[in-house]
């Protein structure tokens, strides 16, 4: 009588040559021999500096522009025939200040003004003009942005004026209407006045420019040591800033860049596009900070290559 023992023998037994008959007439093929590179990067860096620009210097960019005679009315008839002609010359320069985002100016000008009258009666046209002088100072204000774009916008409005000599008539019985010719000449001197500014400021404060160069350049690997061939690698992306503030004459942006850093041993790594300079992060929590995380890759040919060349020939004894 089989035993149930002697069943599962026979079982075992029939799996056994089935495997083995397999293993006899399946050829497996090896896998081809690859390497993973580690996906470990580091955290990103960032590494803050400041950009400044004296007010002084825009000042005297300003004075340098804004030059010689400013208005110049030679016209009784026009502005609805105000019987008036106006000449106004710069006195002296310009004075700037800042609070903040906002320069603060002065404009002291020297008048010629030539008013009158001129009527005519049962055909008759009497008239009779009479020249003034005098000195006005005009007060302006410019506020200055940074935007994400990286341009600078500029907002320039009046603030009022202040005679410094009212204009006296020379001949007595002709009066000169001071208010009007004040606001005259402001209006008409806010354009050329805002454009002035922006063009001073830009100059001084203009990142974008500087901001595009360094953007192409931080894309290139950078030689750090040609005998260890040696390349260091910068993936930015992206900038920050700080509104722009002004402190004791020097009006300053802090500004940032945020980029993933590399170091790599041997052949000169890819570089890859830049591609378009990414928008201004504006904020107040950017500022002159520098955090650095960096990562280093030798690759192990690189390793052998280096002990090869330094090590060969090289005798070493104990004892």
Do not use: H
């Amino acid at each position: 009588m089989r035993t149930p023992v002697f069943n599962l023998f026979k079982a075992v037994c029939a799996v056994l040559l089935l495997l083995t008959a397999s293993c006899a007439t399946v050829k497996i093929e090896k896998p081809a021999e690859s390497y993973l590179r580690d996906a470990v990067r580091p955290q990103p860096s960032i590494i803050g500096f400041t950009a400044e620009a004296r007010l002084a210097d825009i000042q005297a960019e300003l004075n340098r522009s804004f030059s010689g005679l400013v208005y110049e009315d030679n016209s009784l008839d026009d502005n609805g025939g105000d019987n008036l002609m106006v000449k106004a010359w710069k006195q002296g320069d310009i004075q700037l200040a800042m609070r903040d985002n906002t320069i603060i100016y002065r404009v002291p000008l020297r008048l010629w003004i030539k008013a009158g009258f001129k009527t005519t009666r049962l055909g008759i046209t009497l008239s009779d003009y009479r020249e003034a002088s005098g000195a006005l100072a005009l007060m302006f204000r410019t506020a200055v942005n940074l935007n994400p774009d990286w341009t600078l916008s500029t907002q320039t409005e009046t603030t009022g004026y202040e005679w410094l000599t009212e204009p006296v008539v020379k001949v007595a019985g002709i009066n000169v209407p001071v208010k009007f010719v004040a606001d005259l000449i402001l209006q008409k001197n806010l354009r050329t006045l805002s454009s002035a500014i922006d063009e001073s400021v830009k100059e001084y404060l203009d990142l974008k420019p500087y901001a595009l160069e360094a953007w192409k350049s931080l894309n290139q690997p950078l030689i750090l040591n040609e005998e260890y061939r040696v390349w260091l690698s910068m993936q930015p992306s992206g900038f920050f800033a700080t509104p722009i503030m002004a402190r004791d004459g020097v009006i300053r942006i802090r500004t940032g860049l945020q980029a993933v850093i590399e170091t790599q041993v041997g052949e000169k790594p890819a570089a890859g596009p830049p591609g378009p300079l990414p928008r201004l992060k504006i904020g107040d929590e950017a500022g002159e900070r520098v955090v650095i995380n960096a990562s280093v890759d030798i690759p192990f040919a690189e390793i052998n290559r280096q002990a090869s060349q330094y090590l060969s020939g090289q005798t070493f004894t104990q004892g």
